[in-house]
């Protein structure tokens, strides 16, 4: 029996490809649970591997996506049997181990958790790996004592992945939400999802030559690192946090000095969602499924197919992705 599997191949002379092609199951890698996926998505990673950028697929062929949510097909870890819905975000799946780009995969039961209680697979996917490190990071700044009320919470990269979801889930939370965003035309969207503010992107994207600026943010989520994430850290307010998420406009922070965390006790708290250990996973998991509004997540949603993917990657690498695209794998 075969089945359908985007895979991403490198020539000889460099050039990566990608293409959908029927295979069978012992082309699988290694693992004890096979699930049926429904649905994965697009995340900016997954543009990296289905382009070949940012060295992150050291073995081609290869099969990326780094999130899917299916129904386990067989098992030999005593935690999962088959007809058990479950999701799968992290662990370099689809970067290392081959991904949700196919309709079938075969991983370890150690990386799966069970569906959320709440949510369909095309929700939860929805929700995705963006969306499950948005909730990590609001639960980090929760943690540093961020509370409704104090201030707007800034999310940069706001009509992003990540983005969308972090704003979404912070207003439900009660907090004022800045998005910061470099296109103005999804103003209206990014205030459908609960922001009060819209903040266009040329206000942070230069450097400032001053160790502070004025207090204006009571929390951020950031997507876009480099000097963006300068900017923002010489704007929060005393004793405030920014949780770190992406780079998606760089890696590098410039015009920075640590002024911020010596003279207003500014904290930069980093998000790593690919090795989160199972306990704070399940918890940010049942987070997401009580907090985030699914009328809300409805709006970000993006409907596409396995043969739409090789042209989504390079619009996801050029920011030109709003919201979350779900991939229906047997669409
Ligand atoms: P998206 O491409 O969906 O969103 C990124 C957004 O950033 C864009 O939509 C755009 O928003 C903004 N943006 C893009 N390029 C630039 C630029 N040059 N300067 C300023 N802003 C820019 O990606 P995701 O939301 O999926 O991921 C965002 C980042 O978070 C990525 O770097 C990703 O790798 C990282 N990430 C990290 C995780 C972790 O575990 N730490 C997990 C998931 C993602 P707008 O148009 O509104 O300005």
Known sequence: MTFNALIVDKAEDGRVSAAIEPITEDRLPEGNVTVAVEYSTLNYKDGLCLTGKGGLVRNYPHVPGIDFAGTVEASSDDRYKPGDKVVLTGWRVGEVHWGGYAQKARVKGDWLVPLPDGLTPRQ??????????????????????????????????????????????????????????????????????????????????????????????????????????????????????????????GAAVEGFTVVPFLLRGVSLLGIDSV??????????????????????????????????????????LKGQVKGRVVIDVNG
Request: aromatic fraction near 2%; glycine fraction near 14%.
């Open 124 to 249: 939860a996917m929805a929700v995705g790996t963006a969306g499950f490190t948005a909730m990590l990071a609001v639960i980090a700044l929760e943690a540093h004592g961020t509370v409704p009320g104090e201030g707007e919470v800034l999310v940069t990269g706001a009509a992003g992945g990540v983005g969308s979801v972090a704003t979404a889930i912070l207003a439900k939370l009660g907090h004022g939400v800045a998005a910061v965003t470099g296109r103005p035309e999804t103003a209206d969207y990014l205030t459908g999802l609960g922001a009060t503010t819209i903040v266009p992107r040329e206000e942070l994207a230069e450097a400032s030559p001053r160790p502070l600026e004025s207090e204006r943010w009571s929390g951020c989520v950031d997507a876009v690192g480099g000097t963006m994430l300068g900017r923002v850290l010489k704007q929060m307010q005393y004793g405030r946090a920014v949780a770190a998420v992406g780079l998606a406009g």
């Open 275 to 316: 090795m989160c250990p199972a306990a704070p996973r399940l918890e940010a998991w049942r987070r997401v499924a009580a907090d985030l509004p699914l009328d809300r997540l409805e709006a970000m949603i993006e409907d596409r197919k396995l043969s739409d993917l090789p042209a989504l990657g390079p619009a996801i």
